[in-house]
Each structure stands twice: as structure tokens, then as C-alpha cells.
């Protein structure tokens, strides 16, 4: 017989009317959080909440960051997390006066971190001594392969304040192949022999015209088959949105 373990939390309906569940679990350190899974994709204490549309899923994380998946060509993720490599997904940012900073990344230096997991969106809101940050990453509605992220930040002091926001989007990609999974029964991990194919990827990029432009190339599967290919694009990755007021 297995156990039901309940995690600290409450469903709600937010302020759209929808149900929505606030993660209140401090999985760092509550033992009712760490569940054994198989090492490679999830941590014994991660939690995940699914984020999308018509188009693109993002699995968002009680830990703060969230992986884009796309099945468009083959199934992947864009952006994988794996800390061991360096590679730490997205979705979080650092808020920084200069002097003290505040992180979207749980658990973060703030006084308080909120977590939301609604319906289409992922909120996470956390609170330090004069600075706040509402930070929201959802999907658009439609087959828009995008994420937004929405980031406010409140000032509770008493003067004007010189602040950054640096926000976080890894580049990555996990692909999920069979061919790995299959090779994987050889005694390496298909997660690293996975990780090790994305490695191949070579994308040398500048920016240019507000745009990321560069070229890509693959060095292909390693073995006698090994070949790769290279391929020139200029094509919008990353942008900042214009503010739109609503009847404009």
C-alpha cells in the first residue's frame, strides 16, 4: 500500500475567477516534500506546475525556474536545467539596488517568497525591506509559440531608488531522443548521454538590430554516422514587449 503525503498548500480562486494553488511548502528543509523519483529531469523536492497553450507547454518549478518544451521537429526542451553543467533553465530574475538584491530563484535572499500556480500562469511574489517584486510567467492565449514574463516591482521607501532587473533564460536544449534512451541500456545515463548530444549544438550569436543574429550549427550523433550541418538565420529570439495602455 503506498502513502498519501499532503503538501502544505491552498486552493483558491483567484482574481480570475479561477482556481489557483499557493505553494506554502519550504521544501528545503520539510521532509513531507522530498519524494524519490529517478535522478535526470526532476529533483527529490521539485514540484512542478504545467504552463501553456495551443502551441507551447513550460513546466514551472517550486524552485523558481521553468523549462520550455517544444515538440515542434522533435520533442525538447529549450532551455535545460542542469546545474551540474552550468545550465539553469529560466523564468527567474535578480532585482539589485547595487548594495542588496532580491531573487525570483527560491529560496532567494527576500523576507517572504509566495507561490502561485494558476490556471495558464505561474506567479511568484516575494518581499524584502524596501522592495517587492510580483513576478508572473504565462502563455498567451492562442498558438503564439511564446512565454511572457511580467515582472512589477513596488517601492516602499522613502526616497527614489536606481534599481536593475537581470532576468535569467538558458538556451540549452534536452532533446528527448530514443536513440539515447536506447543507448542509455550500454551504461551511461540517457540523461548525460541527452545532455551530451546538446552539447554538439553550436550557436555563436551577436546582437544586431534589436535581434539575435548568428548561425547554427550540429556536429551530429557521435560514431561512424557523425555528421552536421550549419545553417544562417536572422530571426527575433529574445525581446522586450512595448507597453500597450488598454484602447490604444
Known amino acids: 500500500m503506498g502513502a498519501t503525503v499532503t503538501i502544505r498548500s491552498v486552493l483558491y480562486d483567484h482574481e480570475f475567477g479561477l482556481p489557483a494553488f499557493h505553494y506554502t511548502c519550504d521544501q528545503t528543509s520539510d521532509p513531507k516534500a522530498v519524494t524519490q523519483v529517478n535522478p535526470g529531469i526532476l529533483g527529490s523536492t521539485e514540484h512542478v506546475h504545467q504552463v501553456g497553450n495551443d502551441r507551447i507547454t513550460a513546466i514551472a518549478s517550486n524552485y523558481g525556474q521553468v523549462r520550455v518544451r517544444q515538440d515542434e521537429g522533435s520533442p525538447k526542451f ?7 553543467r552550468g545550465c539553469y533553465a529560466g523564468g527567474f530574475g535578480y532585482l539589485t539596488n547595487g548594495k542588496a538584491t532580491l531573487s525570483t530563484h527560491y529560496p532567494g535572499s527576500a523576507k517572504s517568497f509566495d507561490r502561485v500556480f494558476g490556471a495558464g500562469y505561474f506567479r511568484k511574489k516575494i518581499a524584502g525591506d524596501s522592495y517587492a517584486v510580483n513576478h508572473v510567467i504565462f502563455a498567451p492565449f492562442g498558438d503564439d509559440p511564446v512565454l511572457v514574463s511580467q515582472v512589477t516591482v513596488t517601492n516602499s521607501g ?7 532587473w537581470i ?5 540549452q536544449l534536452y532533446q528527448f531522443s530514443f536513440r539515447s534512451f536506447m543507448e542509455g541500456f550500454g551504461g551511461k545515463s540517457m540523461h548525460e548521454l541527452r545532455r551530451d548530444f546538446g552539447t554538439r ?10 535581434r539575435l543574429v548568428g548561425s547554427r550549427s550540429h556536429a551530429g550523433c557521435h560514431g561512424a554516422d557523425s555528421r552536421g550541418r550549419t545553417v544562417n538565420h536572422d530571426a527575433p529570439t529574445l525581446a522586450a514587449t512595448r507597453d500597450v495602455l488598454p484602447g490604444h
Open 167 to 171: 532576468e535569467y533564460w538558458g538556451c
Open 158 to 164: 522613502a526616497s527614489p531608488a536606481n534599481l536593475r
Open 78 to 84: 529549450l532551455n535545460d536545467y542542469a546545474p551540474e
Open 201 to 210: 549544438r553550436h550557436e555563436p550569436s551577436d546582437w544586431s538590430r534589436k
